[in-house]
């Protein structure tokens, strides 16, 4: 008989999260390869699952602690693994890049914090997951037309307004997390974490 922990490894939206996890490599090698429609088809397939185990979280009450560790874990290998690969074409990348890499930072540091402090792991919010919705849109976008590195308005623009995104999001959590640690804000009682 399984352990409750065990099982809880095992919920619909947490295997999910492990699919994702290894449609990384699958991404890296179709758009290394130049197989640029697959590896666009990739990106949206791991944002559906994103978005669909959040639901399936949220509908079926399969909310647990490790699923509110997995999502964005893969969410943020995600970013990390496909920003990194598009670094290759895209110079203007090392922007995003490298805030993903400082948002990132400061919410694993932030979130062990608050786990160490409240013993509950934190879901994401609404400006999350716009981040990494439109994060997903806009490297759908360059990996499937390929615009020319050099143009401001093809591809350096989507570029910078992902890059905005990230930086609004990374100053929200950092406003939220500054609340909670002062006692001025309580977590809410827990929702799926989608971001």
Known sequence: MLSEKKKELLLI???????RL???PVFAVLYCRGQHIWATVTVLFSAFTDVADGYIARKFNMVSEAGKFLDPLADKLTQAVVSGCLLIRYPMMWILFSVILVKESFQAIGGLLLYRKLRKMRSSEWFGKLSTFVFYTVMAYLVLFSPDATSFWSSTLPILVSTGMMLLALSLYGYRF????TGLKKLPEESAATE
């Open 22 to 24: 290894l449609l990384l």
């Open 178 to 181: 500054i609340q909670v640690v």
């Open 13 to 19: 939206p947490n295997l999910l999260c492990y699919l």
